[in-house]
């Protein structure tokens, strides 16, 4: 029987978490699995506590947002360690992709019985900060600095928070020159942003890459190009299903490793959490993490 360690964001949706893992520990242990809690003071101390859960062998359930999720993966990331993860934050976007259900039930079912699957991670490495491992994508552009008014939104909770952020970034972004790599070719794009994905979705259910995939061993590289504001709030409601990608202002391309830079300080994300300025690089870290799903 398979004995799990919860790592815990007290932050992420208050006390949306804690219900969130309550509902699920009742039927991890009424199946006989071991159920340890931890709750993290950080996210630098939630990579602790994941990396120490897993050298004991342990399953370790991220229990929040991507967040959470990003940096409890990225800590388990080429360990060998399996994660689980229990979504309970804003955008949950890494586990829709992974096609995870909400029910407490089905989830421990998952848990449970499922087999480990081998996804990607996202190696990100700056100038600005130490190098880490993430899940879902590294953003550069409006949609990083939307991600940062969502993140300081005291009353906007959800979709309605990144909706909210978007458009308070729209009407302020001016098109910034990208100098984008794709494996060692060079792009020059001008416009709103450069996403490397893994993950389909991002900014709480948004298909930014509708074909990514998280074991295919490739970074889905979305450019939207410079438009009109009332063009790009089109395309901001088109990714709700992804049609966005047939607007000619779009560009994908596929690549292993993309270097972003720009001609001014344009701020980059990855997974709702890293908050920094271009340049960065994302390199796939193929079927790196073990993940039950």
Known sequence: MRQFTAVVNPTAGGATAAA??????RHLREAGAGLRTEYSRSLAH?????????????????????????????ALSGTGATLGLVPAGRGNDFARALGLPGDP?????????HAPRPVDTIEVESAVHDRVVVLGSVYAGVDALANRHANRSGLLRGSASYYAGGLRAVTTWRAARYRV?????????????????????????????????????LLDVVMIRQAPRRLFFALMDELRTGAHVHRPQVRILRGREIRIAADRDV???????????LPVTARVLPGALRVLC
Do not use: F, M, Q
């Open 20 to 25: 969130a893992l309550l509902a699920l520990a």
């Open 46 to 74: 939630a990579r602790e506590l994941a990396r120490d859960a897993g050298r004991e062998g342990r399953v370790v359930l991220a229990v929040g947002g991507d967040g959470i999720a990003g940096g409890v993966g990225g």
């Open 105 to 113: 039930a089905a989830l421990a079912r998952i848990l449970l019985d």
């Open 181 to 217: 790599t794709v494996d060692g070719e060079e792009h020059p794009h001008t416009g709103y942003t450069v996403v490397a994905a893994n993950s389909g979705y991002y900014g709480s259910g948004r298909v930014i890459a509708p074909d990514a995939r998280v074991d295919d061993g």
């Open 267 to 277: 701020p980059y994300g990855a997974d709702g959490e890293v908050e920094a300025v």
